[in-house]
C-alpha cells in the first residue's frame, strides 16, 4: 500500500522569506502523479502543484516549485517570497497513474502541514 | 462554474444520534470522493462513485457509514448510529472522468465537522 508521510506538523516563515515543506512517500509502481494541495482556513483546498513521476524536471508554478528526488521517493515543496495569504494547511498527495492501474483510485494523503507566515 | 460545496459546515451530535452530510459536486463531474479527516492525522479515502455507481468503497469504515448518489447529481453520507470516533471533517471532492487518470486532480469541497459528544 501507499504512504505519504509529511514529518513537519507546522512551520513558520517570515513574510517574504523561503520555506520548504518536506514530504515522502513510499509506492512500488512506476507510474504516480504526486500532488500538493493547500488548505486556507474555512475554505476549499485547492491543488498547489503536481508532478508527475516519469518527469524529471521539477514542477513550477510561479512562486511554487518542487524538489521531486524519484530515487529517494521524496517530494518537497518550496515557496518563495511567503506571503500572508500563503498561511494553510498544506498536504502532500498520491494516485497511481493510469497505467499502474490507478484510473479509479483516490488520493492519498499525508497528515499535512500548517504553515504560519509571520507578518 | 460553483464549486463543491458541502453542507453542513458544522454539526454537533449526541452518540447515537444519526446524521447525514451533503456533496453537490461540481456540474459535469462523473467522479466524486468522499474523504475523512480525523483530527492530526491524515485524510482518508472513504469512497469513490462513477455516476450513481460505488467504484470503490474500501475506505468505509463499517456498516454505519451509508453513501449514495441518486441520479449521479449530489451524494448523501449518512452516518447512523454516530459514534465518538466519527467526529472529524468529511471532504467531497469532484472530477470530471476525462481529466480523472490523466492529471489526478480533484476539485474539494470546504468540507463538513462532525462533532459527536
Known amino acids: 500500500a501507499q504512504t505519504v508521510t509529511q514529518s513537519q506538523p507546522e512551520m513558520s516563515v517570515q513574510e517574504a522569506e523561503t520555506v520548504t515543506l518536506s514530504c515522502t512517500y513510499d509506492t512500488s509502481e512506476s507510474d504516480y502523479y504526486l500532488f500538493w494541495y493547500k488548505q486556507p482556513p474555512s475554505r476549499q483546498m485547492i491543488l498547489v502543484i503536481r508532478q508527475e513521476a516519469y518527469k524529471q524536471q521539477n514542477a513550477t508554478e510561479n512562486r511554487f516549485s518542487v524538489n521531486f528526488q524519484k530515487a529517494a521517493k521524496s517530494f518537497s515543496l518550496k515557496i518563495s517570497d511567503s506571503q500572508l495569504g500563503d498561511a494553510a494547511m498544506y498536504f502532500c498527495?498520491?494516485?497511481?497513474?493510469?497505467?499502474?492501474?490507478?484510473?479509479?483510485?483516490?488520493?492519498?494523503f499525508g497528515k499535512g502541514t500548517h504553515l504560519i507566515i509571520q507578518p | 462554474e460553483a464549486g463543491v460545496t458541502q453542507f453542513p459546515s458544522h454539526s454537533v451530535i449526541e452518540k447515537g444520534q444519526t446524521v447525514t452530510l451533503r456533496c453537490d459536486p461540481i456540474?459535469?463531474?462523473?467522479?466524486l470522493y468522499w474523504y475523512r479527516r480525523v483530527m492530526g492525522k491524515e485524510i482518508k479515502f472513504l469512497l469513490h462513485f462513477v455516476k450513481e455507481s460505488k467504484q470503490d468503497e474500501s475506505g468505509m469504515p463499517n456498516n454505519r457509514f451509508l453513501a449514495e448518489r441518486t441520479g449521479g447529481t449530489y451524494s448523501t453520507l449518512k452516518v447512523q448510529p454516530a459514534e465518538l470516533e466519527d467526529s472529524g471533517v468529511y471532504f467531497c471532492a469532484s472530477s470530471r472522468m476525462r481529466e480523472a487518470p490523466v492529471t489526478g486532480e480533484l476539485f474539494f469541497g470546504e468540507g463538513s465537522r462532525l462533532t459527536v459528544l
Open positions: 456540474s459535469g463531474h462523473d467522479n
Open positions: 498527495a498520491y494516485k497511481r497513474g493510469y497505467t499502474s492501474g490507478g484510473g479509479a483510485d483516490g488520493l492519498t
